[in-house]
T-cell receptor, first 112, second 114 residues
């Protein structure tokens, strides 16, 4: 099976802009979770989608949103970007969010 | 809210020495998972522990889940340079509606000197 793919791999934006990141899970996986990884904060849970429904949400402001499509592909959107949003954004897919998570390579977002 | 603390944050060892990282949760966990992230890479699943007091081994790696299901440890015997990376624990607490989320510890970064 093909692994989890994320696009784009690298992104440079300026403050105030918005960005959309995409994640294609492993075929057959219905759960997609998003994480923000920064050097000082580790892996912070953003949200999890299962069968097009947001099932869990982390403690991030409303500028961070996501959705999942009927083919399980997921997107996350960050509006009004801030410098502190610079991070590696990882998505992970699994059959069920409670089992082994398969991570994608991540999208490295830099906000200038 | 639920917190998962992991210590130490960094560990430098000489090749051949042992290494241990510890994970503690503020709440009782349904399961705990361990991941390894190589420098420049993404987290890769190592193992999942579910039962109270469970011990699992993978070659030189030994994973333990505490009796109270609130703590866990990963022990590496005789480290090798290939063990370099950041090790994360991730704890899951299931709510009354049988939904939950994985909370990751901050990770322990292991450096191995040859």
């Amino acid at each position: 099976k093909a692994g989890v793919t994320q696009t784009p791999r690298y992104l440079i934006k300026t403050r105030g802009q918005q960005v959309t990141l995409s994640c294609s899970p492993i075929s057959g996986h219905r759960s997609v979770s998003w994480y923000q990884q920064t050097p000082g904060q580790g892996l912070q849970f953003l949200f999890e989608y299962f069968s097009e429904t947001q099932r869990n949400k982390g403690n991030f402001p409303g500028r961070f949103s996501g959705r999942q499509f009927s083919n399980s592909r997921s997107e996350m959107n960050v509006s009004t970007l801030e410098l502190g949003d610079s991070a590696l954004y990882l998505c992970a897919s699994s059959e069920n969010s409670y089992n082994e998570q398969f991570f994608g390579p991540g999208t490295r977002l830099t906000v200038l | 809210g639920q917190q998962v603390m992991q210590i130490p944050q960094y560990q430098h060892v000489q090749e051949g020495e042992d290494f241990t990282t510890y994970c503690n949760s503020s709440t009782t966990l349904s399961n705990i998972q361990w991941y390894k992230q190589r420098p420049g890479g993404h987290p890769v699943f190592l193992i999942q522990l579910v039962k109270s007091g469970e011990v699992k081994k993978q070659k030189r790696l030994t994973f333990q889940f505490g009796e109270a299901k609130k703590n866990s440890s990963l022990h590496i015997t005789a480290t090798q340079t290939t063990d370099v990376g950041t090790y994360f624990c991730a704890g899951l607490s299931l709510g009354s509606s049988n939904t939950g989320k994985l909370i990751f510890g901050q990770g322990t970064t292991l450096q191995v000197k040859p």
